[in-house]
């Protein structure tokens, strides 16, 4: 949640003083924490103390706002918020403002898989902003971070998010930025931050990039910040100034948010991607959308994965069968192209239909599309087929 937090600090002097060039002083003295940093460490402290139960999460969730919105009482709160807090009986108040992405961070972080990650983003959306924008925003926002932080390209991450989510990406920063103006949604606020992210060549371009598009600078910041955590390494020095603008309380909840994550089992929620061998074989064929590059000025075809087909990837990964070892095992069955896998499935042990299937969903991060070509030529299907086929095999005979 360091990315947040920097971008809080770093765009705080310009929430009310809109800049649009990326040339200014990263975290100047002048910089200070705000709300965005304030109940994104109350994020945190409530999935600690909710230790991954749905209903003890959301219960924490609103001690945790309440007790540092009480702490910080001067951080910057909306209107609406301060009276949340200040109420004997907090209720969710049908809010769709960008509030709710801008603290989401630390979900992603402590949930490995994404569909926990987009079930507690929620959870830590709703116990105040309950209107579908509002949670839209932060499991958005979320399922952003996540895909970054277990290394999709940006090609696939922007296209999981258009897919699900429904938000537009077809206008650039340069076509965005000469009208953007303050806007504290969701919907005014995520799918720019989400465009910065996919726009920056690093972690620092895209702060620059997010305070140089001006309208709510901290949040927009922070939002954008958060992804590019997970996908670039965060400067030291950077980080450094960053952490040196919080006080005693906040750097205690970021120790412990630390150890704990250092010490968390089970980095992986392992599943059997066996479950999709009955799909991919009756379902080859993938359907297909043309997008414009603006930098070659050429249309270029894309798979539309439908979410069937992202879970798959994703749980690929995720999965056991995932190999690291992949290409020496090709290399030693003489495996090279597409064509010798076609030639050798049929008699491949699970090892090696293991490293067959490795290799194509590894193709998916450097040529996106490679796992739906690979579905419709029907090796995938084969692959995925053969394994079970062969691990019934076995477990026959033992």
Not at 225 to 249: H, M, N, Q, T, W
Request: aromatic share 12%.
């Amino acid at each position: 949640m360091i990315g947040a937090i920097i971008g809080d600090i770093a765009g705080s002097i310009y929430e009310f003083n809109n800049i649009k060039t990326t040339d200014f002083p990263i975290i100047s003295d002048d910089c200070f924490f705000t709300d965005d940093t304030v109940m994104t460490v109350a994020v945190a402290e409530a999935l600690l103390k909710g230790n991954r139960d749905e209903e003890k999460t959301e219960k924490e969730m609103v001690k945790a706002f309440r007790k540092y919105g009480k702490s910080y009482p001067d951080a910057g709160y909306g209107l609406r918020f301060g009276e949340w807090i200040a109420s004997s009986d907090p209720k969710p108040y049908n809010s769709f403002g960008n509030g709710s992405a801008m603290r989401v961070s630390p979900v992603a972080w402590y949930f490995y898989s994404l569909e926990k990650v987009e079930k507690f983003a929620e959870i830590s959306a709703k116990v105040t902003h309950d209107h579908e924008e509002g949670i839209k925003g932060a499991k958005a926002t979320a399922a952003a971070i996540f895909l970054a932080r277990n290394g999709r390209p940006k090609d696939y991450i922007k296209r999981y998010i258009e897919l699900k989510y429904k938000y537009d990406f077809s206008k650039s920063l340069d076509e965005i930025r000469p009208d953007y103006s303050f806007d504290e949604t969701c919907q005014g606020t995520v799918p720019v931050a989400l465009q910065v992210f996919f726009e920056a060549e690093s972690f620092e371009d895209t702060l620059r990039k997010a305070i140089s598009m001006g309208g709510d600078s901290d949040t927009l910041a922070a939002i954008a910040c958060s992804v590019a955590e997970g996908f670039y390494p965060v400067p030291a020095e950077i980080k450094d100034r960053a952490l040196a603008k919080l006080d005693k309380k906040l750097l205690s909840m970021l120790k412990k948010w630390s150890e704990d994550l250092s010490v968390s089992s089970n980095p992986f929620e392992h599943r059997d991607v066996m479950l999709y061998t009955d799909y991919m074989l009756r379902n080859p064929h993938t359907e297909r959308k043309t997008i414009h590059h603006n930098d070659t000025n050429q249309d270029y075809v894309v798979p539309e994965y439908n979410e069937i087909m992202f879970n798959f990837i994703r749980d690929a990964v995720a999965s056991e069968r995932f190999r690291s070892d992949y290409a020496k095992i090709l290399a030693n069955h003489n495996i090279r192209s597409h064509q010798d896998m076609v030639c050798e499935v049929c008699d491949a042990n699970v090892v090696l239909l293991e490293a067959m299937l490795t290799v194509i969903i590894s193709g998916e991060r450097v040529k996106p599309g490679n796992v739906a070509w690979a579905a419709e030529d029907g090796i995938l299907g084969d692959i995925l087929y053969y394994i079970r086929k062969k691990e019934k095999e076995e477990a026959e005979e033992e």
